[in-house]
């Protein structure tokens, strides 16, 4: 995880856990909050104290990065620092001002700050909203710095790059397979829609309407 643009270590899973909570909750958490988050269907007084332990050991490791103090706890909630530098908030501020300003660069601000899976690999009960949010932000700046682009292979190019975040996306899929056929590269097209398929049929995803090339 970055925190002021440093990479911080976590030892323990919870602790991972309560800083990414945190930063997709800038307005902080309660104690019950995060310990229903954290041990879900646990009565919160039974692991109340486990959660006082990882915060205590989280800001220990905090304090061996940086000096500031990045977990705070006001009046009855944690929240991180609104002066913290998070990767997260910073692609949320850079989508934010793209859709805002739709400034020429201001979509590829938002690719260039989209660093992968929000908590990748882990699979805690309440991540995949925020994660696929997180992941919806990086797509739809690729597909509309896409739109803006008169370079058909630059276009081609940002559909791609976005098929590598969403690989399972249909639409995706038909995009870039129309731009393979507008510079006319049928075959590539038809291959994309191919794999596509395939990739979809040994996911168990079976109930996909097929999508042609054209």
Do not use: C
């Not at 019950?32 to 039974?46: D, E, I, N």
């Not at 109340?48 to 705070?72: C, H, K």
């Not at 590829?108 to 899976?117: H, N, W």
């Amino acid at each position: 995880m970055l925190i002021d643009s440093k990479e911080v270590t976590i030892r323990r899973s919870a602790a991972m856990q309560i800083l990414v909570f945190l930063a997709v909750h800038p307005d902080g958490a309660t104690t019950t909050q995060l310990v229903h988050a954290l041990w879900p269907g646990l009565p919160a007084h039974t692991v109340t104290g486990r959660l006082y332990t990882t915060l205590s050991d989280l800001r220990s490791t905090l304090r061996a990065t940086t000096p500031e103090q990045v977990v705070v706890h006001t009046e009855d909630r944690y929240h991180l620092d609104p002066r913290t530098d998070v990767d997260l908030w910073r692609l949320q501020a850079a989508a934010h001002h793209g859709a805002t300003t739709d400034a020429p660069g201001s979509w590829q601000a938002v690719i260039d700050a989209y660093t992968g899976d929000l908590a990748a690999g882990h699979t805690w009960p309440w991540i995949d909203p925020p994660r696929e949010a997180t992941r919806r932000l990086a797509l739809d700046a690729h597909t509309t710095a896409a739109a803006a682009q008169t370079d058909p292979h630059e276009r081609l190019r940002l559909f791609q790059a976005a098929i590598r975040i969403d690989p399972y996306n249909q639409q995706l899929h038909q995009l870039a397979a129309d731009q393979l056929n507008a510079i006319g590269d049928s075959a590539a097209a038809a291959d994309l829609l191919h794999t596509h398929r395939q990739r979809l049929r040994l996911a168990g995803i079976l109930d996909q309407p097929m999508i042609t090339a054209r």
